[in-house]
């Protein structure tokens, strides 16, 4: 289904695509849709390779819908030459933020602040490991 960048919703990239290519639009958002739902599973599951591989394939779809940007990228780049199992933009696009999925955060936190990012870890655990 189109989502809310196909109705014009997301930041200021997506109306121009949108007007130029809808076919593109609403077919990348329905398999960015099916990717985040495999990517839960994955995530449940436990399997950070194909947390990984999902990501990246979500960030590939991304970029064919112009939200990235060569700063993203370049990012991203940095994150899979350091370990990352994935990376890819994070909100509406055109700069911001990016995921990075890695079993050692810290030699991708280290390449990134050496390219002059700022970055932080954060660590995502099952419910049932979560702590009260």
């Not at 949108?18 to 099916?34: I, M, Q, Y």
């Not at 990228?73 to 990016?98: F, N, W």
């Amino acid at each position: 289904a189109a989502s809310d960048f196909y109705r014009g919703r997301w930041g200021a990239l997506g109306p121009s695509l949108r007007e130029r290519r809808p076919e593109l639009v609403a077919s990348g958002l329905d398999e960015v849709g099916a990717l985040v739902t495999a990517a839960r599973t994955s995530l449940e599951a436990g399997d950070l390779a194909e947390l990984g591989r999902l990501v990246n394939e979500n960030q590939r779809v991304l970029a064919t819908l112009e939200v990235s940007t060569p700063a993203i990228e370049h990012a991203c780049s940095i994150a899979r030459a350091a370990g990352a199992l994935g990376a890819k933009l994070t909100g509406s696009g055109g700069g911001g933020a990016v995921l990075a999925v890695a079993p050692d955060p810290d030699p991708v936190l280290a390449a990134l602040v050496g390219q002059g990012f700022e970055a932080f870890t954060t660590v995502v655990r099952p419910e049932t490991e979560a702590s009260p």
